[in-house]
């Protein structure tokens, strides 16, 4: 499978589930204290700040909590039905129909949210993705991503649908993150047992 059909395997299942996904998140506070705590690492409180959530879903309690913090956000996202709610329930962002391994911008920003979206991205695709994220990052900006602790691929069942996993697990994570030249900020295995690690570094 080449990454364009991946990318469209991967819609698919998010817009069978985009409602259902809507109404689960709804009242969810998942991440939002990491998230948190990114925010505070970004400084200039009281001047207007620009986000970038990869993989924003419908958008929701992360939108809600950037937009809360004086972030103009962008959603970026492969489900064109998860888009038009995140349209819908956040008028003030921008929202873009796209895939993290293809989509380009000139734009650098404050703040980059990948919160349990880029473990889709195909095994040989995550190294270029990431150095790609790293890019567009301003100086001195922070960027807070998920992964699993595994280094592999796998399929896991989910509302009925197979979803795509991958992971370069945790070293080499901090490798590229080194070599782009952000700095590791904070680490945590936040589920155990389960291998879900959050990672969140600063542009210097």
Sequence with gaps: MNCRDHASEIAEHYDAIAALWDAEQ??????TEALMRAITMCGMEHKRRNALDIGCGSGGRMVRLLEGHAFQVTGLDCSEKMIAIAHAQHPAGTWLHGDIMHWKTSERYDLILAWDSIFHVPFDKQEDVLNSICGM???DGI?????????????????????????LGIEKNLDILSKNECQLRHLELDQFPLKHCII?????
């Design 26 to 31: 709804k009242d969810s506070s998942y991440g």
């Design 137 to 139: 990052l301003k100086q």
């Design 143 to 167: 960027l807070i991503y998920t992964i699993g602790d595994e280094i592999g691929e796998h399929v896991s069942d989910w509302h009925e649908r197979s979803f795509y996993y991958s992971s």
């Design 200 to 204: 969140i570094a600063k542009k210097m």
